[in-house]
């Protein structure tokens, strides 16, 4: 099970939000370049982004975090992937042309189907995925803030017809929660898909939650995003990496530990 860190971007800063509400959010680093070579010194091995100002950008403002994104993609060996406000095919181009390796579209898959079709055609399954943030089983979007109508695994469905091999499954009502991941939700949505590989999303508190996730996977789970538990220390291992002295770690030394070519899917940067 590949563990990816997370880091939400809002206001130019590293932040977490409990179950997608703005108003509660947490600060957890005012230097998300700085926050990011400390995951890959972890020995990440592909880091998610969020950009939350752009999720909930309307037409009277177009707040964004790219200069960040592009500080993040160009110091890091890894792969990054970013969602929030991917929404058009030029919004695609403009994020892969930062050096972000894959783009997560959420409220345009839901918007415009077809626009994914086009954007596979065009990168290729291995550098679009789609990013299915549900409540209650239904697709929420606009930053999480908007009802779609549409069923979370009724999309997946769709999207993998259309050449998605790569979906974000994200249950908002576990989010920075640290409850437990919606394990039913997974094995649902991975029980309809035929090819597509799905990245748990919200609620992972503790290593057990990895080991349950883990246990899935045979259901197409292969990965999980995970924010407020690396950020709160609530993994044993991490005591070794002192992260409460995060200020004196050498995060130029990044890990020589091999990306595992040999490996597919998620585990594999260059697979789907």
């Known amino acids: 099970m590949l563990v990816i860190p997370a880091i939400d971007l809002r206001d130019g800063r590293c932040v977490r939000l409990r179950q997608g509400r703005y108003e509660d959010e947490t600060v957890y680093f005012d230097d998300p370049v700085r926050m990011a070579k400390l995951w890959r010194v972890m020995n990440a091995r592909v880091l998610h982004l969020v950009d939350l100002d752009a999720a909930r950008t309307t037409a009277e403002g177009d707040a964004h975090n790219r200069d960040v994104i592009a500080r993040i993609a160009a110091t890091l060996d890894v792969p990054v992937q970013v969602g929030g406000g991917i929404r058009t095919l030029d919004d695609v181009e403009a994020m892969l042309a930062l050096g972000v390796y894959r783009a997560v579209l959420g409220t345009a898959a839901v918007r415009d189907p077809d626009l ?21 089983g239904e697709v929420r979007t606009e930053g999480w803030e908007a009802g779609s ?20 499954y994200t249950d908002i009502s576990r989010d920075g929660t640290l409850e437990g991941p919606n394990l039913a939700a997974y094995r649902e949505m991975g029980g309809h898909l035929s090819r597509a590989k799905i990245t748990a999303s919200g609620g992972v508190g503790e290593y057990r939650d990895l080991l349950a996730l883990q246990a899935v996977e045979c259901e197409g789970i292969d990965s999980v995003v995970v924010g407020r538990a690396l950020y709160e220390n609530r993994f044993p ?7 409460h002295r995060k200020d004196e770690v050498d995060l130029e030394g990044f890990s020589t530990a091999p990306l595992a070519p040999e490996e597919s899917g998620a585990r594999n940067p260059s697979g789907a």
Request: aromatic share 10%; glycine share 10%; net charge positive.
């Open 149 to 168: 109508g549409v069923g979370a695994v009724e999309l997946a469905v769709d999207m993998e017809a259309r050449g998605v091999r790569r979906f974000v």
């Open 116 to 136: 994914v079709s086009r954007a596979v055609e065009r990168w290729g399954a291995r550098r679009i995925v789609v990013g299915i943030d549900a409540r209650d």
């Open 237 to 243: 291992c991490q005591q070794f990496w002192c992260w």
